[in-house]
């Protein structure tokens, strides 16, 4: 039996995570908190609708849909993927899912986990993280990669969006003190092949 190589391109700019900062600006942020409606938000389910295991995640989340109020974070976060894309060259088609403005109370966290899998997910390809809250209104709370055998923690400054590929494993480590709030999204395309 004979192996044929195939040729591989190599991403040469291909990078696990991206983050541009104050891509939110603070009275913006003013404007998503104010929209925050406690007796609206839901704990946070798993991929999947499955109910909610405490033992992986532990979070409330408020839906962020399109509309005449928000429509302003959806094309703000486009044009930030677009830039983003360059880097991936991704095949994406858009948000196809809402945006969800997560929160995270004392001993909240979401372990290990991808964004990607089975079902609807599949379609994920990049992720997105935007940092709302004050970085030392909160203890604990960190965005964390795991890169092969390493741990990256991403930054914590306000406003700072990160967008990285949904394949990659990452947490939110448990808060310890104070409350975390983020905007958290997918961007889909065509399944990887």
Excluded: C
């Excluded at 990078?15 to 003013?30: D, G, M």
């Excluded at 979070?59 to 360059?86: C, Y």
């Excluded at 372990?111 to 997105?128: I, Q, T």
């Amino acid at each position: 039996m004979s192996i044929h190589p195939f040729p591989l391109t190599p991403l040469p700019n291909f990078v696990e995570f991206l983050t541009v900062a104050s891509a939110i600006l603070p009275h913006e942020i003013q404007q998503i908190n104010q929209n925050w409606q406690q007796d609206e938000s839901k704990e946070a389910e798993l991929e999947g609708g499955r109910l909610t295991d405490y033992t992986l995640r532990k979070s409330n989340v408020l839906p962020i849909n399109p509309g005449e109020k928000m429509d302003w974070i959806f094309d703000r976060m486009s044009g930030l993927i677009g830039q983003v894309n360059e880097y991936y060259h991704f095949d994406l088609n858009g948000f196809y899912e809402p945006l969800q403005l997560a929160q995270y109370g004392e001993n909240d966290f979401f372990d290990w986990h991808l964004d990607f899998g089975a079902g609807a997910s599949s379609n994920r390809k990049l992720s997105l993280s935007i940092q709302l809250s004050d970085p030392d209104s909160y203890e604990g709370g960190d965005l964390e990669f795991q890169i092969n055998n390493k741990i990256i923690k991403a930054p914590r400054a306000q406003g700072t969006a990160i967008i990285f590929p949904s394949f990659i494993m990452h947490r939110v480590t448990k808060i310890t003190k104070g409350q975390r709030r983020s905007i958290v999204g997918w961007v889909s395309g065509a399944p990887f092949r």
